[in-house]
């Protein structure tokens, strides 16, 4: 600090004057401001909770995200499986007007046809399942965390 004398007539008196070297700043701007731990403790808390809050949004848009992948990506596959079988269902119903003229009875054609789709449902159930499943299920695990 720097010190200044000032004269009067009763004398000389000494008189301290803060911060003379730059005078446009009062003594609560230069000096450091001293924080408790409390402020400090509390300032860290919002911190974290903004943090936190932050997070937890982001991770709800990346899993919303990774759903509708996983959903647009079934809606697409059912309406193709809907479609084909669509296509069976007319395959069979000809296939088995066929039959039924080559038997000599209509009854005989759609019963042929209905055993042998019972025979490959049931063969695709044994052998194909666990092959489907793994497959189906890898499928929407990659495209859930694309």
């Given at each position: 600090m720097a010190i200044k004398t000032m004269g009067?007539?009763?004398?000389?008196?000494?008189?301290?004057?803060?911060y003379q070297d730059n005078p446009e700043y009062g003594r609560h701007q230069m000096e450091p401001v001293v924080e408790t731990p409390v402020k400090e403790i509390?300032?860290?808390f919002e911190k974290v909770e903004a943090y936190s809050n932050t997070?937890?949004?982001l991770a709800k848009l990346k899993s919303l995200e990774g759903a509708t992948k996983v959903v647009t990506s079934l809606v697409s596959k059912?309406?193709?499986?809907?479609?084909?079988?669509?296509?069976?269902v007319v395959i069979n119903i000809g296939v088995?007007?066929?039959l039924g003229e080559l038997m000599g009875k209509?009854?005989?054609?759609?019963?042929?046809?209905?055993?042998?789709?019972l025979v490959i449902a049931i063969l695709l159930h044994l052998?194909?399942?666990?092959?489907?499943?793994?497959?189906?299920?890898?499928?929407?695990i990659r495209q859930a965390l694309d």
């Open positions: 009067n007539q009763m004398g000389i008196h000494l008189i301290q004057e803060p509390e300032q860290l997070t937890f949004e059912l309406a193709v499986l809907i479609v084909f079988s669509m296509f069976l088995s007007i066929y209509m009854y005989y054609g759609y019963f042929t046809v209905a055993i042998f789709n052998f194909l399942q666990p092959v489907i499943n793994r497959t189906l299920g890898q499928t929407i």
